[in-house]
């Protein structure tokens, strides 16, 4: 699948009707190619709503970020069990969207229980995070699950 490709299936499900939000993921080395402010331009046009690139560090996302922020498209971050504090403590700066928990490092081959420690984890980052989150990415039946900030 080719990102115009992609961009066309988007456009091609807003006309119609679908009108949930899209969240674009793929690897940033074809965005980049394709030319970060122009993909994202036409990602928004499309009719996306964000896009989720693991392989693109908070770090290194600024160029991403800029041009997310200008055309109103939600970046999204990941945080895993290896995540230090001080990289939750990144992503919680970023402007608010949302982010997403991924509970398993193994999670892509189909772990099935969740790492030592995972609640205290999973409460550290809400407490971080000024935005909507989700624990869990994938088909498994609990991914998905929505979050909500402790009081």
């Known amino acids: 699948m080719s990102l115009r490709g992609c961009l066309e ?3 091609q499900l807003r006309l119609s ?3 949930q939000p899209l969240l674009l993921m793929g690897y940033y080395n074809p965005i980049l190619s394709y030319g970060v402010g122009r993909f994202v331009a036409e990602a928004a046009q499309a009719g996306a709503d ?3 690139i693991p392989d693109l560090p908070p770090e290194e996302a600024g160029e991403l970020e800029i041009h997310c922020r200008a055309s109103q498209l939600a970046l999204v971050f990941l945080a895993a069990p290896t995540s230090t504090p ?3 403590a990144l992503v919680a700066l970023m402007p608010p969207a949302f982010s997403t928990w991924c509970p398993s490092r ?3 081959c189909g772990a099935t229980r969740f790492p030592p420690g995972w609640k205290s984890l999973l409460l550290a980052c809400a407490r971080l995070l000024r935005c909507p989150w989700r624990s869990g990415l994938g088909s498994h039946p609990r ?3 929505p ?3 402790p009081g």
Do not use: P
């Open 9 to 11: 299936i988007v456009a």
């Open 86 to 88: 001080e990289r939750l």
């Open 143 to 145: 991914a998905g699950q």
């Open 147 to 149: 979050g909500r900030s």
């Open 50 to 52: 964000g896009l989720i």
């Open 17 to 19: 009707g679908v009108s």
């Open 106 to 108: 193994c999670y892509w």
